[in-house]
Structure formats: C-alpha cells, structure tokens
C-alpha cells in the first residue's frame, strides 16, 4: 500500500534562510507527488505537482520539489523563507481510485 | 483550479446530534472526496463520492455514521450522525478535476467541535 514519512514534525528557520522539507514515498510504480500548504484556519492549498517529466518541478510561491527516484523522495525546498510561509506542509502521494494518501506533515515556524 | 465551498464554516454541537456539511463547486465534477483532520493529524480520507452511485467507504468509516449525498455533478453532503467528542475535527471536501492524475482542490474545511 502506498505510504507517506514526513519525518520532521516542526521546523524552524529564520526568515530569509532556505528550507526544505523532507518527504519520502512507499508506491510500486512511477508516483503521482503533491506538496500541499495549509495554512492556520485555511484548507489545503496546492503548491506543486510532479507526474512525470523533469524531476525538478516549480510551484507556486518560489517553492520547487525534486523527485529522486533511487531515494523515494520528494523533498520541497525554498531558497529564501519569507514570514507568510509559516504553515503546515503536507507531502501526498496518488492512490488508486484517484485517492491521496497524506504525510503526517510538518509544521514550518519562521523566526524574525 | 476550482472555487469550492462549505458549509458552515464551523460548528459546536452536542453529543448524539447530527451535522449535515455542504460542498459546493463551481463546476462540475465526477469526483468528490471528504476528508476528516482530527487535532494534530494528518488528512484521513473517509469516501470517494461519485454522481450517480453509492459513496464508497474507506476502512474503518461506515455509511450509518458519516452518510454522503451526491445529488448532482456540483454538490454533495456529508453528515456525521450520533456525534461524540471524538468527532471533534475539520471536515474538508476535494475535488478531482482533471479525472485522473490524483489532482485534487480542497475546501476551506468545517471545523466540528462536539461537547
């Protein structure tokens, strides 16, 4: 069955330095890859996609993920955080039936 | 993308009550997907709703407690029957518009407090 690890539950940069947030998958064949941001009192917002292709792909917000195969990894990054970015970010993989499994997320804190 | 709403926005319910949540689309779509996040929690998928069929359940979800309607290409209902405080989540709707790919736009959730 397909599965997602988010294995930072919070992370904290300061505003102006990269990020990235660490995703990695369980799926047999070739995935479908989302990041998704959630914002406090908001739904999910999708940042960016990855179905095939060029493994880096760009989103929304200057946000880009790079799909590494041989490491079953999707991890999202941001050269310059900016304090809006403070949010929850979920890394989802597509499921049969059109479904998404989710990670358990990774709450981003930004420091002035 | 597409503009959805819910609702309500949010609720305080008691135990044993019944909540009926709406979401609408500005465009039709075939499929439709209610989540549950409960405090602290990732994303839980509870149906897949399709028009013109029965809603399908994921495991541990069943049709008695979390009834779903989907009466037309653009709306569907989802309601969380005999509630208890460990009902206590956001309900967010999604939508696939593409029809495959996994591509799915989130609601703005209800968030369901059950004293």
């Known amino acids: 069955a397909q599965s997602v690890t988010q294995p930072d539950i919070h992370i904290t940069v300061s505003e102006g330095a990269s990020l990235e947030l660490r995703c990695n998958y369980s799926y047999g064949a070739t995935p479908y890859l989302f990041w998704y941001v959630q914002s406090p009192g908001q739904g999910l917002q999708l940042l960016l996609k990855?179905?095939?292709?060029?493994?880096l792909v760009q989103g929304i917000k200057g946000f880009e993920a790079e799909f590494k195969r041989s490491q079953s990894s999707f991890n999202l990054r941001k050269p310059s955080v900016h304090w809006s970015d403070a949010a929850e970010y979920f890394c989802?993989?597509?499921?049969?039936?059109?479904?998404?499994?989710f990670g358990a997320g990774t709450i981003l804190r930004v420091k002035s | 993308s597409a503009v959805i709403s819910q609702k309500p926005s949010r609720d305080i319910c008691q135990r044993g009550t019944s909540l009926t949540i709406q979401c609408q689309v500005d465009?039709?779509?075939?499929?439709m997907f209610w989540y549950r996040q409960q405090p602290g929690q990732s994303l839980t998928l509870i149906a897949t709703?399709?028009?013109?069929?029965?809603?399908?359940?994921e495991s541990g979800f069943v049709i008695d407690k979390f009834p779903i309607s989907r009466p037309n290409l653009t709306f569907s209902t989802l309601t969380v029957s005999n509630m208890s405080p460990e009902d206590s989540s956001i309900y967010l709707c999604s939508v696939d518009l593409a029809g495959g790919g996994n591509e799915q736009f989130f609601g703005p959730g209800t968030r369901l407090t059950v004293l």
């Open positions: 709703a399709n028009q013109g069929s029965e809603a399908t359940y």
């Open positions: 989802a993989v597509g499921a049969s039936g059109n479904k998404l499994v």
């Open positions: 465009s039709q779509v075939t499929m």
């Open positions: 990855y179905f095939s292709g060029d493994t």
